[in-house]
């Protein structure tokens, strides 16, 4: 038997090497964990009942009322007969003393009454002395438990930014600590699993594995390039075209970006003599690295199921009372978003402009692809109808009678399950969805409790206390910035969102911001942010990882453009949702 059918073999013999955890990033974030865990108790005390009331306690139902007792029967007076002369007058005497009896009784009555009055008082006092204490008391554990569940949500954000395990793997220690430490119980450590908002990604995923196994999603690629692919700026404009066509139903910006749109950019790119890591990345390849990840960023912004954390921001929202659908946040993102896909295009192409400019070569290149993916077969009609019918039934779910996305979704997988274009295989496979719905559980689970025990809403009181009386427009512009560009402390959008969203969004409404304009800007900005860096989000490593661009005009680029992005949509979409009427 040869060495590598041996070492191939399951259980053929010891590990090649260590499997488990990073040993300095985990111990790392064992560290910090121990230290917020048992510290933050000690060094932070309750606030004020103003600003955190802990976690709303029901009710105790009032014990049902005792029955009135029945009044004695009294014997029936004998009868006396009538007296046959009218009785003697009271003397005097007996008058004054008949008196004074029924005086002395009174008094005796009052004080008794008195007394009962101030027994039933200082029962009741104490009852309600009582009942203070346990609430003070249950506020204080509120508190304990709200600093150990954010000691244990920061200590999971930083194994996932340090990568002591995979993201999942980080996250089920995480919910397994909220259990054996006894934060939460094992059912709401569980409970991410059963939030709707998770499954609706989970299922995107699986529908967007139809748009690359029938090839429909190359198809729509290369037939953009065939109709704006005679110049450079064109082609760009065509990879941005596809990326906006796909963006509704691949929630995996990752998925758009790096399994789309990279094979076929790099293609192109080669194909005229442009490659990685030489003068010649120049000719075209960094141009359109450049324009692809920077457009991957505005379509994810554009649409509620473009990006894995975008249905996570409209959980923590919805957790705060703001509801956002589907149709309302890619309505307030139209204008904005399609500016920015024409604008920063051009722009990279004036800033960054590559040496060849002209392209008939690749119109020819992209039909002949046409030309050998053929007409276009039953599958990918099929994958065409359903998306079509994902799109009616998320913009049109109010009219449909609130049909949750989730659950058309699930329609939409069925429909594609039942006419054979994906298989259970194929579910099975696709580790990707599986991965973010362990990962997933875990950060909305330690988000939403957060929230529920009053952390949140303390954050934000606290906070707003600093920015009040400046005007929430300047207040909230303020926020937003503090949001957008502590992203270069970040490696994933999701551990962004889910660490400082709720947060920013609760001090921007104590500040006087409209609600759901907040709750939307925030939104986009979690997905503007990524083009600041190589590592921001999914694709980031994906398209640097080419080799076409350098770090530094990476990371010049990123931040002109964040710029940019910055005033189309605050400036121009804030003149778009003032016609919309957010604010």
């Known amino acids: 038997m040869s060495q590598e059918s041996v070492s191939g073999t399951a259980l053929a013999g010891p590990s090649s090497g260590w499997q488990g955890a990073r040993p300095t990033p985990a111990l790392a974030t064992l560290a910090l964990g121990l230290l917020l865990f048992f510290g ?42 009538p007296a046959a002369a009218p009785s003697k007058a009271l003397t005097k005497a007996q008058l004054e003393a008949k008196v004074l009896a029924e005086q002395e009784a009174k008094t005796k009555a009052a004080v008794e009454l008195k007394a ?37 949500f920061v200590s999971t954000i930083v194994g996932i930014i340090l990568k002591a395990l995979p993201m999942g793997a980080v996250a089920m220690v995480g919910i397994a600590v909220t259990a054996l430490s006894g934060t939460l119980s094992i059912a709401d450590s569980m409970s991410g699993f059963s939030d709707v908002v998770i499954w609706l990604i989970v299922l995107a995923f699986f529908i967007s594995r139809g748009f690359i196994k029938t090839g429909l999603g190359a198809r729509i690629a290369y037939t953009f390039m065939a109709l704006l692919g005679k110049r450079t700026l064109g082609l760009s404009y065509g990879l941005a075209a596809t990326d906006l066509v796909l963006a509704p139903a691949i929630p995996s910006n990752t998925a758009r970006g790096g399994g789309i749109v990279m094979p076929i950019m790099a293609s192109l790119a080669r194909a005229y003599g442009s490659k990685p890591g030489d003068a010649s990345a120049r000719k075209m390849g960094s141009f359109l690295t450049l324009t692809a ?47 920015a896909l024409i604008m920063v295009p051009f722009l990279i192409y004036k800033l960054h402009p590559p040496e060849i400019t002209e392209t008939p070569e690749a119109v020819v290149m992209a039909k002949g692809h046409l030309r050998d993916l053929g007409p276009i077969k039953r599958q990918e009609w099929a994958m065409l109808g359903v998306f079509v019918l994902l799109l009616v039934l998320w913009i049109f779910a109010k009219q449909l009678g609130e049909l949750n996305p989730t659950t058309s979704a699930l329609a939409g997988l069925a429909v594609l399950l039942l006419s054979g274009v994906l298989n259970w295989e194929d579910i099975k496979a696709e580790t990707g969805a599986w991965d973010t719905l362990v990962w997933f559980a875990a950060l909305v689970m330690m988000a939403s409790f957060l929230n529920k025990l009053g952390m949140v809403p303390w954050f934000s009181k606290s906070m707003g206390g600093l920015v009040a009386g400046k005007g929430w427009i300047a207040a909230f512009l303020v926020l937003a910035l503090v949001y957008f560009y502590s992203h270069y402390f970040f490696a994933s959008n999701t551990a962004h969102v889910a660490s400082m969203y709720a947060a920013f969004l609760g001090v921007s409404i104590a500040a006087g911001a409209p609600p759901v304009l907040a709750a939307l800007v925030l939104a986009f900005f979690s997905n503007l942010f990524a083009g600041m860096t190589h590592y921001g989000t999914g694709p980031a490593p994906v398209l640097f990882g080419t080799g076409y661009v350098e770090i530094g005009t990476w990371w010049r680029m990123g931040l002109f453009i964040s710029l940019v992005n910055i005033v189309i949509w605050v400036g121009l979409g804030g003149l778009w949702w003032k016609v919309l009427g957010l604010w």
């Open 40 to 81: 933050l108790p000690r060094l932070v005390q309750v606030p004020d009942t103003k600003l955190f009331t802990g976690l709303p306690v029901a009710a105790k139902p009032a014990p049902p009322a005792k029955p009135a007792p029945k009044p004695e029967a009294k014997p029936a007076a004998p009868m006396v007969a």
């Open 116 to 152: 009962k009055a101030d027994a039933e008082a200082k029962v009741q006092a104490e009852a309600e002395s009582k009942a203070k204490a346990e609430v003070e008391a249950k506020r204080k554990a509120d508190w304990v438990k709200g600093l150990h569940l954010f000691a244990i």
């Open 293 to 339: 990840y920077q457009v991957n960023c505005i379509t994810s912004a554009m649409f509620l199921t473009a990006m894995a954390a975008n249905p996570l921001a409209q959980k923590l929202a919805g957790d705060l009372k703001v509801p956002i659908t589907w149709g309302g946040w890619a309505l307030a993102a139209l204008v904005p978003g399609l500016v």
